[in-house]
C-alpha cells in the first residue's frame, strides 16, 4: 500500500506554467486519483474497528478507481449529477417583487425614469391624504347628494337599432336628395267601369293623345278595369333625363320652351339631373299607327234609284249623316282605327240617339255579340247603320225611321267601359258579308 503524506513540496515556476497548461481533463484525472489514494490511506488506519472494517470494504471498491481511466468517467457523472440537483432546487430572488431591480412580472415603476439624479420640485411624489403630511395643498372633493348623474340634452344618445348585424354603427345623418322635377304634377287615375280613353282626357282637360303617349299604350281600347294611368297636367309629353339631356336640349328638341318647361315641373334651376321625370308642355310623340286599309267591295250595276228600303242602287245619295247623339257634353272618345272600326261618341248617361239617317229597322233589342242593347237600320243602295250599347231602344223591328228621329239613349250595356255609343257604317249586309266603313266619311 502507498504511505500517506504529509503534503508536498511548493512547485517551482517551470512546474506552475507547465500546469496551467495542462487540459481541464487531464487536472480532473490527476486530483481524481490523488481523491481516490487518500480515501484509502485513511480507511487502511482505521480498519481494526467494525466501522473501519467497513470503511475498508469500501476502499477495496474505490480502490478500482485509482487508476486515471477508470476515475474520469466517475467524476464527470459526479459533476453533472450535482449541476442537476442544484438546477431542481428554488431560486431565492435577488431584489423584492415588483421593485425597480430583481425578478417577478409584476408592474415595475422607476421614479424618477431609474436615472440617478435629484427630483424637482413639480418631479417629487405627493401622497395625498397621508397622515402627517397634509400642507394645506390637498382640498377633498365632496360631491352634493342631488348632483345630476343621468346624460345632459348635450350627450349623443345612440338608439340600439342604429347598430347593423355585424356591428356596424349607422350614422344619423343623411344628405338631402329630394329633386325637384314634375313628378308631383302628374296625376294617377285606375280606370273604372265604362271608361274610354277619350273619356278620361277630357275629364282632365287634356288631348286623348297626351293620355295615350304618357302611358306608351298600343292602341286607343287598350284599357281594363283597375289600370293606372299617368294624366300630365298641361298637353305634352312626359320625358326622363338622361346623362346627356339639358333643359335648352330639351326644349329645342320637342320644340318647347325652357321657360315653360320650368313653370310647368316647378324647377328653381336649370340644372338636371339624370332621372329627372319631366313634364315637357306642347311636345308630340309618334301618331297612332294607321289602321291597315279596309277592302272595298265590288262594284255593282250602277243605279240612280234613291229609295230608304233595303236594296235598291250600290251608292248612297241621301245626304250628308246626322250627328247621332243629341247633347250631353258628347265627343268622339275613339275613331275608326285598325281593329276598332267604328267611332265611339261619349256622352252622359242617357243621351238621346237618333237616326243618322231615314231608313227601316232591322232589328231592335239585345245582342250577346258585345254591343248590348242595339238597333240597326237600313238607309238603301246596301248602306246600313248600326247604334250600340245603348242603355234602351225606342223602335220596333220592321220601323220607318226618319233622319234624326231618337232610337235610344246612350248606355255601356254589353262590352263598354263606360257610356258611349258605338256607331257602325256597313256596306253590305250587317255580320253577312257586308262591310264596316269609317262613319266619319258621310258627316
Same mark, same amino acid.
Given at each position: 500500500?502507498?504511505?500517506?503524506?504529509?503534503?508536498?513540496?511548493?512547485?517551482?515556476?517551470?512546474?506552475?506554467?507547465?500546469?496551467?497548461?495542462?487540459?481541464?481533463?487531464?487536472?480532473?484525472?490527476?486530483?481524481?486519483?490523488?481523491?481516490?489514494?487518500?480515501?484509502?490511506?485513511?480507511?487502511?488506519?482505521?480498519?481494526?474497528?467494525?466501522?473501519?472494517?467497513?470503511?475498508?470494504?469500501?476502499?477495496?471498491?474505490?480502490?478500482?478507481?485509482?487508476?486515471?481511466?477508470?476515475?474520469?468517467?466517475?467524476?464527470?457523472?459526479?459533476?453533472?449529477?450535482?449541476?442537476?440537483?442544484?438546477?431542481?432546487?428554488?431560486?431565492?430572488?435577488?431584489?423584492?417583487?415588483?421593485?425597480?431591480?430583481?425578478?417577478?412580472?409584476?408592474?415595475?415603476?422607476?421614479?424618477?425614469?431609474?436615472?440617478?439624479?435629484?427630483?424637482?420640485?413639480?418631479?417629487?411624489?405627493?401622497?395625498?391624504?397621508?397622515?402627517?403630511?397634509?400642507?394645506?395643498?390637498?382640498?377633498?372633493?365632496?360631491?352634493?347628494?342631488?348632483?345630476?348623474?343621468?346624460?345632459?340634452?348635450?350627450?349623443?344618445?345612440?338608439?340600439?337599432?342604429?347598430?347593423?348585424?355585424?356591428?356596424?354603427?349607422?350614422?344619423?345623418?343623411?344628405?338631402?336628395?329630394?329633386?325637384?322635377?314634375?313628378?308631383?304634377?302628374?296625376?294617377?287615375?285606375?280606370?273604372?267601369?265604362?271608361?274610354?280613353?277619350?273619356?278620361?282626357?277630357?275629364?282632365?282637360?287634356?288631348?286623348?293623345?297626351?293620355?295615350?303617349?304618357?302611358?306608351?299604350?298600343?292602341?286607343?281600347?287598350?284599357?281594363?278595369?283597375?289600370?293606372?294611368?299617368? +294624366?300630365?297636367?298641361?298637353?305634352?309629353?312626359?320625358?326622363?333625363?338622361?346623362?346627356?339631356?339639358?333643359?335648352?336640349?330639351?326644349?329645342?328638341?320637342?320644340?318647347?320652351?325652357?321657360?315653360?318647361?320650368?313653370?310647368?315641373?316647378?324647377?328653381?334651376?336649370?340644372?338636371?339631373?339624370?332621372?329627372?321625370?319631366?313634364?315637357?308642355?306642347?311636345?308630340?310623340?309618334?301618331? +297612332?299607327?294607321?289602321?291597315?286599309?279596309?277592302?272595298?267591295?265590288?262594284?255593282?250595276?250602277?243605279?240612280?234609284?234613291?229609295?230608304?228600303?233595303?236594296?235598291?242602287?250600290?251608292?248612297?245619295?241621301?245626304?250628308?249623316?246626322?250627328?247621332?247623339?243629341?247633347?250631353?257634353?258628347?265627343?268622339?272618345?275613339?275613331?275608326?282605327?285598325?281593329?276598332?272600326?267604328?267611332?265611339?261618341?261619349?256622352?252622359?248617361?242617357?243621351?238621346?240617339?237618333?237616326?243618322?239617317?231615314?231608313?227601316?229597322?232591322?232589328?231592335?233589342?239585345?245582342?250577346?255579340?258585345?254591343?248590348?242593347?242595339?238597333?240597326? +237600320?237600313?238607309?238603301?243602295?246596301?248602306?246600313?247603320?248600326?247604334?250600340?250599347?245603348?242603355?234602351?231602344?225606342?223602335?220596333?223591328?220592321?220601323?220607318?225611321?226618319?233622319?234624326?228621329?231618337?232610337?235610344?239613349?246612350?248606355?255601356?250595356?254589353?262590352?263598354?267601359?263606360?257610356?258611349?255609343?258605338?256607331?257602325?257604317?256597313?256596306?253590305?249586309? +250587317?255580320?253577312?258579308?257586308?262591310?264596316?266603313?269609317?262613319?266619319?266619311?258621310?258627316?
Amino acid at each position: 500500500m502507498h504511505k500517506p503524506t504529509d503534503g508536498a513540496p511548493r512547485p517551482t515556476e517551470p512546474m506552475r506554467a507547465a500546469r496551467s497548461r495542462a487540459s481541464l481533463p487531464h487536472r480532473l484525472n490527476r486530483r481524481s486519483v490523488a481523491l481516490a489514494w487518500a480515501i484509502q490511506a485513511w480507511m487502511h488506519g482505521h480498519a481494526a474497528t467494525p466501522a473501519g472494517r467497513l470503511r475498508a470494504s469500501l476502499a477495496s471498491g474505490l480502490r478500482s478507481l485509482s487508476t486515471a481511466e477508470r476515475a474520469l468517467p466517475v467524476a464527470v457523472a459526479a459533476i453533472v449529477a450535482v449541476a442537476s440537483l442544484l438546477a431542481l432546487l428554488p431560486g431565492t430572488p435577488a431584489g423584492a417583487v415588483g421593485g425597480v431591480q430583481g425578478k417577478g412580472e409584476d408592474v415595475r415603476i422607476a421614479v424618477n425614469g431609474g436615472v440617478n439624479r435629484p427630483l424637482t420640485a413639480a418631479e417629487a411624489p405627493v401622497t395625498l391624504g397621508a397622515p402627517g403630511r397634509n400642507d394645506g395643498t390637498f382640498q377633498p372633493i365632496v360631491l352634493p347628494e342631488d348632483l345630476a348623474v343621468e346624460p345632459t340634452g348635450g350627450s349623443e344618445v345612440v338608439d340600439n337599432g342604429a347598430f347593423l348585424d355585424d356591428g356596424t354603427l349607422v350614422a344619423g345623418y343623411a344628405p338631402e336628395t329630394t329633386i325637384e322635377d314634375g313628378s308631383s304634377t302628374i296625376v294617377r287615375y285606375k280606370v273604372k267601369s265604362g271608361d274610354t280613353l277619350g273619356a278620361i282626357a277630357h275629364r282632365f282637360g287634356v288631348k286623348m293623345l297626351t293620355v295615350y303617349w304618357a302611358n306608351k299604350l298600343e292602341s286607343k281600347d287598350a284599357l281594363h278595369v283597375g289600370q293606372v294611368l299617368r +294624366i300630365p297636367p298641361v298637353n305634352g309629353l312626359i320625358v326622363t333625363v338622361t346623362d346627356l339631356d339639358t333643359l335648352e336640349s330639351l326644349a329645342a328638341k320637342y320644340d318647347s320652351d325652357t321657360a315653360r318647361i320650368m313653370a310647368v315641373n316647378g324647377l328653381a334651376d336649370e340644372t338636371l339631373v339624370v332621372g329627372q321625370v319631366l313634364v315637357v308642355p306642347g311636345a308630340k310623340g309618334e301618331p +297612332i299607327p294607321t289602321p291597315k286599309p279596309t277592302p272595298k267591295p265590288k262594284p255593282k250595276a250602277a243605279s240612280t234609284h234613291h229609295s230608304t228600303r233595303t236594296g235598291g242602287s250600290t251608292h248612297y245619295t241621301g245626304g250628308n249623316f246626322r250627328w247621332p247623339v243629341v247633347g250631353g257634353g258628347n265627343y268622339v272618345s275613339q275613331y275608326f282605327h285598325y281593329g276598332h272600326y267604328a267611332i265611339d261618341i261619349a256622352a252622359d248617361y242617357g243621351s238621346p240617339v237618333v237616326a243618322a239617317a231615314g231608313g227601316r229597322v232591322t232589328f231592335a233589342g239585345w245582342k250577346s255579340n258585345g254591343g248590348g242593347w242595339q238597333v240597326w +237600320i237600313s238607309h238603301g243602295s246596301g248602306l246600313y247603320t248600326t247604334y250600340n250599347h245603348m242603355s234602351g231602344v225606342a223602335v220596333g223591328r220592321g220601323q220607318y225611321v226618319g233622319r234624326g228621329q231618337r232610337v235610344g239613349r246612350v248606355g255601356q250595356s254589353g262590352n263598354a267601359t263606360g257610356p258611349h255609343l258605338h256607331f257602325e257604317v256597313w256596306k253590305g249586309p +250587317i255580320w253577312d258579308g257586308g262591310t264596316r266603313v269609317n262613319p266619319m266619311r258621310y258627316f
